[in-house]
């Protein structure tokens, strides 16, 4: 299913590209294209990189904590992932404005693009926490009734309500980040954060404090809100010196 829904999204697009005629204009070396090419490419890959050494390397000390912590931990996983791709869609757009305000040379343009983005990644933060965190036993019960499972999830629920602030902030300047050309330092932190920081914190927390389940989402709420305020500050850096 997987396989043939993205064939069917990846001829759509090819579909779509050609019926705009956007395959001609003007032609460019390959030597041109990889040189404009590779450093954009070379920071979103390494982020994301780092970013899956790092979630492997934290959901490996999640699974050894048993079956049972485990289920719990993929079903509030799989729940986080609603709000991380809506906010992750945030940050894309984002990224889109903020650099096409920065390619005009439009930097009041670019400010107000950040400004809103960030302020409606806190408004939207909010209804997700809400919803979540009073409802984060039903919630949980749509996946599974097993008693020890919901007891539980339902503390796991409260990090994954709380998770957002961070995530949907450092999704949505990171966006902004990359669209005013700073895929670099978008990377760099990343790769401390989720690479080297979180691993570290959750093996403190699940090894040394004997906090489980709870020690290894306690970390992943540091490590996102070690991103978002890395993001927060080198936007604000980059906002004095454009002002």
């Keep these: 299913g997987t396989l043939l829904g993205s064939l069917y999204a990846f001829g759509g697009t090819v579909s779509w590209i050609g019926r705009k005629k956007l395959y001609g204009g003007e032609k460019i070396s390959w030597r ?8 954009i490419f070379g920071g979103v890959f390494g982020e994301q990189g780092a970013e899956r050494i790092g979630m492997v390397l934290y959901t490996r000390m999640a699974a050894q904590l048993g079956a049972v912590p485990y289920a719990v931990h993929a079903v509030c ?3 986080c992932d609603f709000y991380y791709s809506f906010a992750g869609g945030l940050g894309k757009a984002s990224m889109v404005l ?3 305000s920065k390619g005009r040379g439009n930097l009041k343009e670019w400010r107000q693009y950040a400004h809103v983005g960030m302020k409606w990644a806190f408004i939207f933060s909010t209804v997700s926490f809400v919803g979540t965190f009073f409802f984060r036993d039903n919630i949980f019960l749509i996946y599974t009734n097993e008693v020890e499972a919901a007891a539980l999830g339902s503390v796991i629920m409260i990090f994954v309500a709380a998770a957002g602030y961070p995530e949907a902030h450092a999704l949505v300047t990171a966006g ?3 669209g005013s050309g ?20 959750t093996g403190v927390l699940i090894y040394q404090l004997d906090m489980g389940l ?9 490590d996102q809100s070690i991103r978002a305020v890395c993001a927060h500050i080198l936007w604000r850096r980059i906002a004095v010196i454009n002002e």
């Design 182 to 201: 700073k895929t670099a330092q978008v990377a760099a932190y990343s790769f401390v954060s989720v690479t080297i920081l979180r691993p570290i914190i």
């Design 214 to 222: 709870v020690g290894a989402w306690l970390a992943l709420c540091i």
């Design 176 to 178: 902004v980040l990359r």
């Design 77 to 79: 996983m799989n729940f």
């Design 32 to 39: 041109q294209y990889l040189r404009e090419f590779l450093p």
């Design 98 to 100: 903020c650099g096409q």
